[in-house]
T-cell receptor
Framework: QSALTQPASVSGSPGQSITISCTGI?????????VSWYQQHPGKAPKLMTY???KRPSGVSDRFSGSKSGNTASLTISGLQAEDEADYYC?????????FGGGTKLTVL | QVQLVQSGTEVKKPGASVKVSCKAS????????ISWVRQAPGQGLEWMGW????????KYPQNLQDRVTLTTDTSTGTAYMELRSLRSEDTAQYYC??????????WGQGTLVAVTS
């Protein structure tokens, strides 16, 4: 499966909302595709932010929300904070194969 | 608490092999899959494969399936990733992660593998 496509960068001011898109999600009939999003700060391991499209692990702020329409998944971050500045990666899991997007650098202005 | 602790930095010559370990604790090792993910300097995440400690089932991406082998030792709760025929492009940070399939929720601290002549 090909890598998923994300914008290289997005930016926003504190308190604003931003959305990162992820296209190329498999939408084969009869096959369920799992979508998750990961946050990565420089020099750190990735951190799971959302999974099963719109669920959050315990401890992740409800400012982070996921959605999916057709072959595009999205991550929305509301009420931007300085600590949200990081790289974000989408990932799909279909038929035992995981694919990552190219990553999006979020800058908080 | 769930922890994945990886082995230390490796420096290898082109053509050599490397084997990185990932010791799991804080959960039932056989109950969750393990994925391996690498990240070249300044680049994005690349999935290298998945293994089920329960039955040894493995999945690999096409571009790496001839060079990578994933194994586990259920007696010690340790997963291993071996990469053969190393080239300079394999220089990267290598991560293991507990992977349900629907998501990878716990990650190791990363292991730097440097391939240099």
């Amino acid at each position: 499966q090909s890598a998923l496509t994300q914008p290289a960068s997005v930016s926003g001011s504190p308190g604003q909302s931003i959305t990162i898109s992820c296209t190329g999600i498999s939408s084969d009939v009869g096959v369920y595709t799992y979508v998750s999003w990961y946050q990565q700060h420089p020099g750190k391991a990735p951190k799971l932010m959302t999974y099963d499209v719109n669920k959050r692990p315990s401890g992740v702020s409800d400012r982070f929300s996921g959605s999916k329409s057709g072959n595009t998944a999205s991550l929305t971050i509301s009420g931007l904070q300085a600590e949200d500045e990081a790289d974000y990666y989408c990932s799909s899991f279909t038929r035992g194969i995981r694919v990552f997007g190219g990553g999006t650098k979020l800058t908080v202005l | 608490q769930v922890q994945l602790v990886q082995s230390g930095t490796e420096v290898k010559k082109p053509g050599a092999s490397v084997k990185v370990s990932c010791k799991a604790s804080g959960y039932t090792f056989r109950s969750y899959g393990i994925s391996w993910v690498r990240q070249a300097p300044g680049q994005g995440l690349e999935w290298m494969g998945w293994i089920s400690p329960y039955d040894g089932d493995t999945k690999y991406p096409q571009n790496l399936q001839d060079r990578v082998t994933l194994t586990t030792d259920t007696s010690t709760g340790t997963a291993y990733m071996e990469l053969r025929s190393l080239r300079s492009e394999d220089t990267a940070q290598y991560y293991c992660a507990r992977d349900w399939g629907s998501y990878a929720d716990y990650w190791g601290q990363g292991t730097l593998v440097a391939v240099t002549s």
